[in-house]
């Protein structure tokens, strides 16, 4: 069995960095880490002297290109133009290639093969990545999902949409789930 971490987000790789410290068989995963914000991507390049595959691009719904909003911190870029805007430049949007995560996924790996642990931090992207992969059946090949979730700071998703998303990924039985809090 392959062992693979993604991660979606990765910012500067510290989670990366974490991981590899962390779990006591790391050095046996096959790491892919996705992060579209070219300040992040210098620093993720020097991440944990091991071969990490790095997609410069943004973990969406769909491929191709769309306007990715810069943090005032570097941690809170987003691809959601409706998240909290005391964190996002609004103004002065870059435009960032997306990939249909979930057709990758598919693409990528086999569900009976490969165990997948997926960290996804990807600042309110979730919602939508995440409620496509249960409607396509892509949540079905990860086996632990390790995620944010950003709903309190898009103005658009309540906290009921966060219950139900959380109740819908409870409902694979295969999948571990962790919530991740900064």
Known sequence: MRKIFIDA?????????KFLEEISDAQEY???????SPENLIKLRDTGGKSIIIYEI??????GVADF???RNPVASTLIKTKETG??????PIRVSTIDFSKWVIRT??????????????????????????????????????AEYHGRKISDISSDDTRKLKQKLRTYKHLITKDLKH
Do not use: C, Q
């Not at 987000?9 to 960095?17: L, R, S, V, W």
């Not at 096959?30 to 579209?36: H, M, Q, R, T």
């Not at 943004?58 to 491929?63: F, G, K, P, Q, T």
């Open 9 to 17: 987000g990765a910012y500067t790789g510290d989670t990366i960095d």
């Open 30 to 36: 096959g790491i892919y880490a996705f992060e579209p």
């Open 58 to 63: 943004a973990v969406w719904i769909e491929d």
């Open 69 to 71: 909003y810069l943090g």
């Open 87 to 92: 964190h996002i430049d609004l103004e002065k």
């Open 109 to 146: 790996f086999n569900k009976r093969d490969d165990y997948i642990i997926l960290k996804m931090d990807i600042e309110g992207a979730e919602y939508k990545v995440l409620n496509k992969m249960i409607d396509d059946g892509s949540i079905n090949y990860i086996n632990e999902l390790w």
